[in-house]
């Protein structure tokens, strides 16, 4: 049977029917006051930019007619009058001109730099709040593509496409509207004739390309996961010398990738020939018809002059309108990506009720508690449990027995499908979400550490604890004999996700973790499955100390380490089958009794 390997993606949601513009501007109008400021001064220099032109117009209108030029009308005659005061409109609109492109350009700068941090940070944040399920539909390499690249692109654009666009704009509107009054009705309608098709054109080419940079963002998404899930796992990679396999699946992402490109610049790359045959046909009828009417005296040389160069001026920013129109379609394409993500619905709602860490006393209720994950089968089953505040039960069975659900629905990761469970008999539901996670502590299998020190991340969750505390919780959970053997003892980085230790030390970690947290309610997932008999033993001595006068739930494989639990349940299929203590459910010889037997050896 051949296993066809697919992409690992990010889950996907209905398509926002809301042009991914209008959205991301709506996004940033809190910058409204920011983005009028700029464009302003975007214009202005625009309309200074296109001075020097009409200046040369004046002086070679100066050296024609004299006394009789433009600044001659004026009331000055003399020829170095005139030039000295060309001059000093010269240098005048030379400062401004440097003023207003600084302005506009430390303006869109500073507003691309704070839309992409903010974007970012609410992004991270929303993500942040989605329950387990959508991290089981993505993958974190997808994730990632959006919260970095995605938003790198709208960085990209709005340093300086935004004001390519509206530069290039005022250009169009001020040369169309002064060849107006300039030029004879017959040879300005010459003039503008290819502006339509050129406007036609960039919006037809920028339909054309929106599906395809759609799909670019689409390709590079599944490249970053690949990516991804191959950094992680690279160890398993290694030891079955997968190398050459995990080569070949990154070659075909990437090939995807560069043809999902190739076909996007395919289009792109046509646009900006194209617009230069649009133009030339503009150009040649002002130098034909224009000159002739300069000839006939229709108009003035000086006029003559200024058109010439302005259309020059117009032909090098609409050559470039492609290039504009490419990166704000690579950033529409990311605009929509984020805002998608933004607009994925949080299905955990925080409750509103508060309950102090102090104040809660950990009685534990679930009442007939149905759950299911998403598209399959209920894994708990109407289940009923009742956890007397101050005690420690254990709930063991065989794997997919709905174990560590439990523990899931306990801390809100998902919510139930039905019934309720109650903390103190109040509704975990109605509970404020950030109070229900300070009362509990999690010491899982799957222990997660971060990269930095050995005492960061015994402080992770109690952020203001001092070294003295540290040391005291790392005493407690047996791990400051081995921590304070490591080459800089509390200051050892410990590598990405702890790499640099031990599966036991780890687990002694996250064990000082919760012990410095100070919980009223302890879950214990498997926290000794792990590891070795000795590390074993010396995480049982420091678990006696520090579930005593608090609600404890440990969840097990070996039975051997809650044996002394005051209440042990056996779950089967998402339902309670036995209950009691130890010597209770070894009498009872049913599937409590069997599994002890064929763990300890006894017959």
């Known amino acids: 049977m051949t296993i066809k390997s697919k992409s690992p993606q990010v889950s996907q949601k209905p398509r926002n029917s809301v042009h ?23 214009i202005i220099n625009t309309i200074l930019d296109l001075a020097p032109p009409w200046l040369i117009g004046t002086a070679v209108d100066i050296l024609v007619k004299q006394q009789d030029s433009i600044i001659g009308n004026l009331g000055i005659k003399n020829i170095f009058s005139q030039f000295l005061l060309l001059s000093f409109l010269t240098v005048i609109i030379w400062i401004f001109e440097s003023l207003s492109e600084y302005a506009y350009d430390r303006l869109w700068r500073n507003l691309a730099q704070n839309i992409q941090h903010d974007l970012r940070l609410d992004t991270y944040n929303h993500v942040q709040e989605l329950d387990s399920a959508y991290f089981e539909e993505s993958s974190t390499g997808g994730l990632m593509s959006i919260l970095n690249d995605d938003i790198n692109q709208l960085e990209d654009f ?35 004739l290819p502006m339509p098709f050129i406007v036609w054109g960039s919006f037809t080419y920028q339909k054309r390309l929106e599906g395809r940079y759609a799909d670019v963002r689409e390709k590079v998404s599944f490249l970053n996961s690949r990516l991804a899930n191959n950094l992680s796992g690279i160890n398993t990679i290694k030891s079955f010398t997968a190398e050459e396999y995990e080569s070949a699946r990154l070659a075909a992402e990437s090939e995807a990738y560069r043809k999902s490109n190739t076909k996007a610049i395919k289009l792109s790359a046509a646009f900006i ?64 990506r984020v805002m998608n993500l933004l607009d994925t619905p949080i299905n955990i709602i925080r409750g509103d009720i508060s ?52 523990v899931k629905l306990l801390l809100r990761f998902y919510d139930i499908s039905s019934g309720t469970i109650t903390i103190d008999g109040i509704d975990i539901q109605k509970l404020n979400l950030r109070d229900l996670r300070r009362s509990i502590g999690l010491v899982s299998q799957d222990v997660f550490l971060f990269h930095g020190t050995v005492a960061e991340n015994i402080a992770y ?54 012990v410095l947290k100070n919980p009223p309610i302890l879950v214990l997932d498997e926290a000794t499955s792990a590891v070795d008999n000795e590390t074993e033993a010396a995480i049982q001595r420091s678990l006696e100390r520090i579930t005593m006068n608090r609600t404890t739930i440990a969840i097990a494989h070996r039975l051997s380490t809650i044996r002394n639990a005051d209440c042990i349940y056996v779950m089967e299929y998402g339902e309670l089958i036995e209950s009691g203590t130890h010597e209770e459910l070894l009498n009872k010889n049913g599937i409590y009794a069997n599994l002890w037997r064929v763990q300890s050896g006894v017959k």
């Open 20 to 42: 991914p513009l209008q959205r991301l501007l709506k996004y940033g109008s809190r910058y409204r006051q920011y983005i009028w400021q700029a464009t302003s001064f975007s």
């Open 461 to 514: 969750g109690t952020f203001d604890a001092n070294d003295e505390q540290i040391i005291k919780a790392a005493k407690i959970a047996e791990a400051h004999d081995f921590i304070v053997r490591l080459p800089q003892s509390y200051e050892t980085i410990v590598g990405e996700r702890g790499q640099k230790l031990s599966g036991g030390q780890r687990q002694r970690i996250a064990i000082a973790r919760a």
């Open 158 to 192: 709005l340093n300086f496409g935004a004001n390519d666009i509206i530069q290039i704009s005022t250009s169009i509107i001020i040369l169309t509207g002064g060849a107006f009054w300039i030029l004879p009705p017959s040879i300005t309608l010459a003039v503008m």
């Open 273 to 336: 020939p194209l617009i230069r045959m649009l133009i030339l046909v503009g150009f040649t009828a002002l130098l034909f018809w224009g000159g002739m009417a300069t000839y006939a005296g229709t108009i003035s040389i000086g006029n003559y002059s200024v058109l010439l160069v302005l259309v020059q001026r117009l032909l090098w920013p609409l050559v470039n309108l492609g290039e504009i129109f490419d990166k704000y379609q690579r950033s529409m394409a990311s605009a929509n």
């Open 355 to 406: 309950l102090h860490i102090t104040r809660v006393r950990g009685e534990i209720d679930f009442k007939q508690v149905t759950f299911a994950y998403q598209n399959r089968e209920p894994v708990i089953k109407k289940l009923s449990l009742h956890i007397p505040q101050g005690k420690t039960i254990a709930i063991v069975g065989s794997t997919g027995s709905g174990k560590s659900t439990l």
